[in-house]
C-alpha cells in the first residue's frame, strides 16, 4: 500500500506545526480522503474514518469554543484519542492551550493553515489523490507533443529514443526514457513521470547517455504529463493487415484505463518524428470534434449518393 511521510505532506501543504513536540516521522497518510469531524465532537463515533486526515474548520471549531471548558476538552479528547494520524485547524482558527496538550499526550499532531475550509480540502484531497495513485513503470518514452502526451513503446532497439530525440529537436519535450513510471489519478487520467535516477537522460544505442536538459535547455524537458496517446512501434509485417483509414479507434488498458493507441510498422526511410507529430494533432483534432475519416467517409458516401441519382 502506497503511503505518504506526513512531514512531506506538512511540507508541501505548507502547514504550520503547533505541536512540535509530537514525533511525525513515522506518521504515514495512506488514504486520500480526508474528515471532519462534526459529529463525532458531539460523541457519535459510529463509522468513524479515524485512519483519514482530520480538518476542524471554522463551524466546528466555534462549535467546541461554545461549549463549557470541561465538556470541551471531554469531546475534543474523546475524539482525539482515537489513533487519528493529524488534525488540522484551518481559516486561520487556533487551538487552545488545553487542547495542545492534548494533542502531545496522545501523540496526536496538531498542524494550522491560514487557508478557508473548502479551498484547502479541495486542494489537500487533489495532492493526496496524486500521491496515492496506483503506480506502475512501463518500458517506453514518454513525449510532450502539441501538449498531448504520447507514450511511444515498443521492443528494445526498435528506434523509441531515436523518435523522441529527433521530436526534441523539433521543438517538442522528453518526460521519460526507457522508463515511465504511470499513476492512476483519476478514472480518465494518466499521469506519467520519471524515476529519479535517469530523469532528463536518453539512451542512444551506439553513442550512450546524453543529458537532454543540458544540451538542448531546460525547455526541452518537463517533469510530468498525462497520457493522451499510446503508439506502438512494430517491425513491418508484410502479411499483416494495417488500418489505413483510422474510422475505429483502437485502445490498450492501462491500470484500468482505456487509452487510444496506434500501431506503426517500422520501414526504413520512415521519418517517426513526423508520424508521431501527425498522431498526435489528429488525436486532438478529434478531440476536438474533427475526424478526418468519417469526414472522408461522408464525401465518399455523398459522392455515390450522387452518382446513382444521375
Given at each position: 500500500?502506497?503511503?505518504?511521510?506526513?512531514?512531506?505532506?506538512?511540507?508541501?501543504?505548507?502547514?504550520?506545526?503547533?505541536?512540535?513536540?509530537?514525533?511525525m516521522?513515522?506518521i504515514?497518510?495512506?488514504?486520500?480522503?480526508?474528515?471532519?469531524?462534526?459529529?463525532?465532537?458531539?460523541?457519535?463515533?459510529?463509522?468513524?474514518?479515524?485512519?483519514?486526515?482530520?480538518?476542524?474548520?471554522?463551524?466546528?471549531?466555534?462549535?467546541?469554543?461554545?461549549?463549557?471548558k470541561?465538556?470541551?476538552?471531554?469531546?475534543?479528547?474523546?475524539?482525539?484519542?482515537?489513533?487519528i494520524?493529524?488534525?488540522?485547524?484551518?481559516?486561520?482558527?487556533?487551538?487552545?492551550?488545553?487542547?495542545?496538550?492534548?494533542?502531545?499526550?496522545?501523540?496526536?499532531?496538531?498542524?494550522?493553515?491560514?487557508?478557508?475550509?473548502?479551498?484547502?480540502?479541495?486542494?489537500?484531497?487533489?495532492?493526496?489523490?496524486?500521491?496515492?495513485?496506483p503506480?506502475?513503470?512501463?518500458?517506453?518514452?514518454?513525449?510532450?507533443v502539441?501538449?498531448?502526451?504520447?507514450?511511444?513503446?515498443?521492443?528494445?532497439?526498435?528506434g523509441?529514443s531515436?523518435?523522441?530525440l529527433?521530436?526534441?529537436?523539433?521543438?517538442?519535450?522528453?518526460?521519460?526514457?526507457?522508463?515511465?513510471?504511470?499513476?492512476?489519478?483519476?478514472?480518465?487520467?494518466?499521469?506519467?513521470?520519471?524515476?529519479?535516477?535517469?530523469?532528463?537522460?536518453?539512451?542512444?544505442?551506439?553513442?550512450?547517455?546524453?543529458?537532454?536538459?543540458?544540451?538542448?535547455?531546460?525547455?526541452?524537458v518537463?517533469?510530468?504529463?498525462?497520457?493522451?496517446?499510446?503508439?506502438?512501434?512494430?517491425?513491418?509485417?508484410?502479411?499483416?493487415?494495417?488500418?489505413?483509414?483510422?474510422?475505429?479507434?483502437?485502445?490498450?488498458?492501462?491500470?484500468?484505463?482505456?487509452?487510444?493507441?496506434h500501431s506503426?510498422?517500422?520501414?526504413?526511410?520512415r521519418?517517426?518524428?513526423?508520424?508521431?507529430?501527425?498522431?498526435?494533432?489528429?488525436?486532438?483534432?478529434?478531440?476536438?470534434?474533427?475526424?478526418?475519416?468519417?469526414?472522408?467517409?461522408?464525401?465518399?458516401?455523398?459522392?455515390?449518393a450522387?452518382?446513382?441519382?444521375?
Open positions: 500500500m502506497k503511503a505518504v511521510k506526513l512531514t512531506y505532506m506538512v511540507e508541501e501543504m505548507n502547514l504550520k506545526n503547533l505541536t512540535p513536540d509530537v514525533d516521522e513515522k504515514r497518510i495512506t488514504l486520500p480522503d480526508i474528515n471532519r469531524p462534526a459529529l463525532q465532537l458531539t460523541g457519535y463515533f459510529e463509522h468513524f474514518a479515524s485512519e483519514r486526515v482530520q480538518i476542524i474548520g471554522y463551524v466546528e471549531y466555534t462549535y467546541l469554543m461554545h461549549l463549557e470541561e465538556k470541551r476538552l471531554r469531546c475534543f479528547e474523546e475524539f482525539i484519542s482515537k489513533k494520524p493529524c488534525v488540522i485547524f484551518t481559516t486561520m482558527t487556533e487551538p487552545d492551550a488545553d487542547m495542545l496538550e492534548l494533542g502531545k499526550k496522545y501523540e496526536v499532531p496538531i498542524l494550522g493553515t491560514e487557508r478557508t475550509t473548502s479551498n484547502f480540502m479541495a486542494e489537500i484531497i487533489r495532492w493526496l489523490n496524486v500521491q496515492l495513485a503506480c506502475i513503470s512501463i518500458h517506453g518514452v514518454l513525449v510532450d502539441y501538449g498531448e502526451g504520447v507514450l511511444i513503446m515498443g521492443e528494445s532497439g526498435i523509441k531515436e523518435a523522441a529527433e521530436l526534441l529537436k523539433r521543438g517538442h519535450r522528453l518526460v521519460s526514457d526507457d522508463v515511465v513510471e504511470i499513476s492512476k489519478v483519476s478514472d480518465v487520467t494518466l499521469v506519467g513521470t520519471a524515476p529519479d535516477i535517469t530523469r532528463h537522460f536518453i539512451e542512444l544505442r551506439g553513442i550512450g547517455i546524453i543529458d537532454v536538459k543540458t544540451l538542448f535547455g531546460v525547455e526541452s518537463k517533469n510530468t504529463q498525462s497520457i493522451d496517446l499510446v503508439i506502438k512501434l512494430e517491425e513491418w509485417d508484410r502479411d499483416k493487415e494495417y488500418d489505413r483509414l483510422g474510422l475505429k479507434e483502437e485502445y490498450t488498458e492501462i491500470l484500468g484505463n482505456k487509452v487510444v493507441c506503426l510498422p517500422i520501414r526504413p526511410g521519418n517517426l518524428a513526423v508520424i508521431v507529430e501527425s498522431a498526435a494533432v489528429n488525436h486532438r483534432q478529434k478531440k476536438m470534434g474533427y475526424n478526418a475519416a468519417q469526414e472522408l467517409y461522408n464525401r465518399v458516401q455523398a459522392n455515390l450522387r452518382k446513382r441519382e444521375d
